[in-house]
C-alpha cells in the first residue's frame, strides 16, 4: 500500500534492497578484509545505514555523526558536526553513509570535520545522488541511484519529521507542502 501524500514511488523496497546488496558486496570487494567502521549520518541515513552493515561480510562497527546547518543570520553552507561513534575514528577505516547528496554541502563539511580525526581511510556510501543539484564537488565511492530533481521522502527521508518509515522513496505530493488542495 503506498501511502495516499506519495504522488508516485520512484524506487520500490525491492530495487533498493537489490542495489544495497550489491553495495555492500562492492564495499566488501574493495576494502580486502579490514574491517570498516561505518558512520552514519542521523537522521535520514539511519535506515541505509541498518540494511547495508547487515549485508557486509568482513568485519564492520557502527556510529553516528549529526550534521546541523547554522540557523538564519550566518553564513549559508557552515555547519555543526557532532561526531557519536563510541570509538576513535582515528587511524580507522572509515565509510560515510548518507541518504542524499544534494548540493554537497553536508558531506563536504562532514568529510571535512572526519578527515580531521585522521582516518586510515575516508569513503563514501551515499544512497541516492541528485546530480542536477551540486555546487560542491564531493567524492562519491558507493553511489545507489541518480535520483531527479524532486522532494523525496522514504527510506529515511524525511518531511517536517515524517515518512522515515516508509520502505520505498518516493516523490511527496506538492499539495502536502504548498498546503491547500
Ligand atoms: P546537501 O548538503 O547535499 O545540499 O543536502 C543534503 C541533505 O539535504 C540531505 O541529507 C537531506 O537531509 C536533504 N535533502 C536533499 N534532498 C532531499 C529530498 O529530496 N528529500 C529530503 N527529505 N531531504 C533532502
Ligand atoms: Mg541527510
Not at 562532514?110 to 569513503?123: D, I, K, N, Q
Not at 564531493?138 to 535520483?147: A, K, N, T
Amino acid at each position: 500500500m503506498v501511502d495516499p501524500d506519495i504522488d508516485h514511488v520512484l524506487l520500490s523496497a525491492g530495487e533498493i534492497e537489490a542495489r544495497v546488496a550489491a553495495m555492500a558486496r562492492d564495499i566488501d570487494r574493495r576494502r580486502e578484509g579490514a574491517e570498516i567502521t561505518a558512520v552514519g549520518v542521523l537522521t535520514g541515513g539511519f535506515v541505509f545505514l541498518a540494511d547495508l552493515v547487515r549485508r557486509l561480510r568482513g568485519p564492520v562497527r557502527v556510529g553516528f555523526v549529526r550534521a546541523a546547518s547554522y540557523g538564519e543570520g550566518t553564513r549559508p553552507g557552515e555547519l555543526t558536526v557532532e561526531i557519536l561513534t563510541d570509538r576513535e575514528i582515528e587511524g580507522r577505516d572509515v565509510l560515510l553513509v548518507e541518504d542524499i547528496v544534494d548540493t554537497g554541502r553536508s558531506l563536504a563539511g562532514l568529510l571535512r570535520t572526519l578527515a580531521g580525526h585522521r582516518p586510515r581511510s575516508l569513503r563514501t556510501a551515499v544512497l541516492l545522488d541528485k546530480k542536477a543539484r551540486r555546487e560542491v564537488e564531493v567524492p562519491l565511492d558507493h553511489v545507489g541511484f541518480p535520483v531527479p530533481d524532486e522532494f523525496l521522502v522514504g527510506y529515511g527521508l524525511d518531511y517536517a519529521g515524517r515518512y522515515r518509515n516508509l520502505p520505498y522513496v518516493g516523490v511527496l505530493r506538492r499539495s502536502v507542502y504548498e498546503g491547500g488542495g
